[in-house]
């Protein structure tokens, strides 16, 4: 008997938890639709969740039907084209769902503005109302902030990886070190020691050709710990020594440091590097 009492208990959920993913869904497309940033693609999606009476309000806007709610996002995207829309979690009660939500910068990683929506649905799958209220008071969280630093520090150390070992643009790559930036290559390597400033690390680079053609032979993974300022990029080479015209392939980790947007330090570590300095070194 209790067996049959579970059975019908997890039925009952299953079928609470189903109720509140349809309630959600026409939710979760009115949030892309304020993703979209084509006008014409942007409508048409409207259109699968808003109905010609179905309304808007929030500080700036009163309006009815789908081309009005397109154009409100319309006019927020000439004022804030780098716009990035992220919402917190839904609380759900009849045909009624409020969340929290932040509009950032993408480019400047600035809070744009906060609030709270409510949102009235229909019962089939559509919205009938949204109210919005914004919070001037609302900043950015601790987690929010780093996350932001992650993803510009990820986005120097693959401009830097592509300058270096795709493009050997060092021009562009320039710009994305520090002044004084300093690159550690392990002692027992040819091109050991220190290296400081750009202008070093381009001898440094130029020296270590010298020595093997390189390929990559697995793209990198990229961790990042915003915290430390520190990304750490695991790939693997494939070199030809130009002494012997041996090839071996050798997993490599790089540490880089950052600050304010631009590298400041460079720690290779190679998998076995006594092995790959062997491997320069030797002749045919």
């Known amino acids: 008997m209790r067996k ?17 993913k349809d309630k959600l869904n026409p939710i979760a497309i009115y949030e892309k639709v304020w993703q979209e940033k084509n006008s014409d693609a942007r409508l048409k999606l409207i259109k699968t969740v808003w109905l010609d009476d179905s309304t808007f ?3 700036s806007a009163s309006i009815k039907g789908p081309a009005a709610l397109n154009n409100v996002i319309n006019e927020f995207y000439k004022k804030f084209p780098d716009a990035v829309l992220t919402s917190g979690s839904k609380i759900v009660k009849d045909n009624y769902v409020t969340w929290e939500w932040k509009i950032l910068d993408s480019k400047q990683k600035k809070l ?3 609030g709270r929506d409510f949102a009235r649905l229909n019962g089939k799958g559509q919205v009938s109302k949204i109210i919005g209220f914004w919070n001037n008071d609302v900043t950015l969280s601790d987690a929010e902030v780093l996350q932001n630093l992650e993803a510009d520090n990820y986005k120097v150390v693959a401009q830097y990886y592509d300058c270096l070992f795709k493009t050997k643009d060092f021009i562009k790559m320039a710009a994305l070190i520090e002044d004084g930036a300093i690159y550690s290559q392990a002692e027992g390597l040819p091109y050991g020691g220190n290296y400081t400033g750009f202008n070093e690390w381009t001898k440094m680079f130029a020296k270590s050709a010298e020595y093997f053609d390189l390929e990559i032979e697995k793209e990198p993974v990229y961790l990042s710990d915003a915290t430390k300022n520190e990304v750490i990029i695991y790939f693997t080479i494939k070199c030809k ?4 015209g041996k090839t071996l392939s050798m997993p490599i980790s790089e540490h880089i440091d950052l600050k304010n947007g631009k590298i400041t ?3 290779p570590f190679y998998f076995d590097t006594k092995q790959f300095a062997e491997f320069l070194k030797a002749r045919k």
């Not at 049959?4 to 109720?19: D, E, P, R």
């Not at 020594?241 to 012997?244: I, P």
């Open 4 to 20: 049959i009492y579970f059975i019908c208990f997890l039925f009952m959920l299953n079928g609470l938890f189903a109720q509140k």
């Open 57 to 59: 309000e929030d500080p």
């Open 112 to 114: 744009i503005m906060g």
């Open 241 to 244: 020594a130009k002494k012997s």
């Open 265 to 267: 330090a460079v720690r």
